[in-house]
């Protein structure tokens, strides 16, 4: 009998789970026996070859190595060029998909055809549907995409059976940074409230001890490796590895080989020490973006450091000392590093089977899903196109809100134009993407402005389908639009990236 799971789709790393027989989530190991497996692809269609493999790869063959894709999801124009050819967000993250899938299989014992997948808990709906997109490419049945904090929750709420605490969760992965506050009730998970960082997460803290160490390099041996496509990688690889020993170590040694600058074509050893205090030191902004917006977080929801009954840490990049610190200065309390690095794959692996009503799963444990930005429509006011925000950002899904009071600003007017916005500013100018959707409502017959009764309505499910509904009071007519049916891959794509992935042969 096929089976339900739970899959961390990270920026660096990407885990699978499924709840045993007893009703415990555990996590499913891949071909390496291995609880992740690294979100990485080497190209060489028909071959792809996923996982640590691929991320040794970069070192040899570095331009037909594809990672850190998820920061590029659901943005449109964004394609990977291999060789000429290029690919989606979408095809590569379902390449990932299809991996880890495929390795769980073998690991069960049986086939896999639904999953939760997680994503950040700032994605967009575009972003989002991205990533159902993928698992659907994968040939998977995405039964729900949810929010990695809610997960992390979920996996850590049942099994400690939190009452009626609000706990808040400080998700720093590999690529992305989310802080999430939720109401923990014994059989309910209300969201209060959330914010995120998608520039932002263990990728960044590699970034700047590479810097240091190329620093020293061109400092105490005149060496200038930036450049050097292959070097690079290997200092990358080294670097993460090195930010994994500080947080049990007070130095760690990042040793190269660089370019003998006396004698060209050789190479000479180096060693640069790098310190647990010098890596905080240049990763203190880092930090302080962080903190900044912890404190957003609590502000939105009108709550204080004393009002957190428990601080969770979840992603691997939150077990680095000086996030400890940072929370414990902030809050006066202990923060619980709980699982990081497997937490939202089980949390999520419990959302399936809840959703599925597998056996031995708690069925009464609900979650609440939010919507994770605000959505309103473009109208004028005093002269000046401003954004009307009809339904708030952190509103409990399913949710329907309408609006009424919209009228024509011209006389005569055919057709009003809906534009549709996600996002918080209620200045049109700032979405440097434009509105998430357009349609027209028809308006005749014409009549002088200010006359005709207009309202707007939105719907969003639990996934965070958007359906925006326009009508005319006075006359009965009325337009919609969809939102998250349609992604930004055109038709010919789609049945390209499809076909691809048919011939594909994923190790």
């Known amino acids: 009998m096929a089976k339900a799971v739970g899959i961390d789709l990270g920026t660096t790393y990407t885990a699978v789970s499924i709840v045993d027989d007893y009703g415990k989530p555990v996590i499913l190991k891949n071909a390496d026996g291995q609880v992740t497996t690294p979100s990485v692809v080497f190209f060489d269609p028909p071959n792809y070859t996923v996982g640590e493999t691929a991320l040794q790869s970069t070192i040899t063959d570095p331009e037909r190595v594809v990672q850190f894709i998820k920061r590029f999801m659901g943005q449109s124009g964004y394609r990977v060029q291999i060789d000429g050819k290029e690919y989606s967000p979408e095809f590569v993250s379902a390449l990932i998909l299809r991996k880890v899938v495929k390795d769980a299989e073998m690991e069960l014992g049986d086939e896999i055809d639904q999953a939760v997948i997680t994503v950040p808990a700032y994605f967009t709906e575009q972003q989002r549907h991205s990533t159902l997109e993928a698992g659907e490419l994968a040939g ?69 001890i590479v810097g240091f160490v190329e620093d020293r390099i061109k400092a105490n041996h005149g060496v200038d490796i930036s450049g050097d496509i292959e070097l690079a990688a290997e200092l990358r690889l080294k670097s993460e590895a090195a930010k994994r020993q500080l947080t049990g170590r007070q130095s760690v040694p990042v040793s190269l080989k660089v370019p003998d600058q006396a004698n060209p074509g050789r190479s000479i050893p180096v060693k640069i020490e790098i310190s647990r205090e010098a890596f905080e030191e240049v990763a203190s902004d880092l930090m302080a973006r962080t903190e900044m917006l912890l404190e957003s977080v609590l502000a939105k929801a009108d709550l204080e450091w004393s009002d957190i009954d428990e601080l969770l840490c979840v992603g691997g990049s939150s077990r680095m000392p000086m996030v400890g610190a940072m929370l414990n200065r902030l809050s006066n309390k202990k923060p619980l590093l709980h699982d990081p690095d497997e937490c939202v794959a089980k949390g999520a692996a419990l959302q399936a089977a809840i959703m599925v009503g597998e056996e031995g799963t708690r069925p009464e444990i609900t979650v609440g899903h939010v919507l994770s930005h605000s959505l309103g429509v473009a109208v004028m006011s005093n002269g000046r196109p401003i954004i009307d925000h009809i339904l708030p950002s952190l509103t409990r899904l399913p ?11 011209t006389d005569n007017q055919s057709v009003v134009q809906i534009r549709i916005y996600e996002g918080e500013s209620d200045d ?47 006359t009965g007519k009325e337009n919609f639009l969809t939102i998250s049916l349609a992604g930004q891959r055109s038709e010919f794509e789609i049945s390209d990236e499809s076909q691809l992935m048919s011939e594909a042969m994923v190790s």
């Open 399 to 409: 949710a329907t809100e309408r609006r009424e009071g919209y009228t024509t600003t």
């Open 428 to 474: 049109p100018a700032s979405y440097g993407k434009g509105p998430i959707g357009v349609f027209n409502l028809d308006t005749t017959p014409v009549r002088p402005k200010g006359q005709p009764k207009l309202a707007v309505e939105f719907r969003c499910d639990e996934d965070g389908r958007i359906t925006a509904l326009a009508k005319d009071s006075d």
């Open 140 to 208: 998977l049945k995405v039964l729900r995409i949810i929010s990695e904090p809610t997960a992390a929750a979920l996996s850590y709420g049942i099994q400690r059976r939190a009452n009626n605490k609000k706990i808040l969760v400080y998700d720093l992965g590999g690529g992305t940074f989310d802080v999430t506050i939720l109401q923990c009730l014994e059989n309910d998970f209300n969201v209060l409230s959330v914010g995120g960082d998608h520039r932002l997460g263990g990728k960044d803290f590699d970034d700047r």
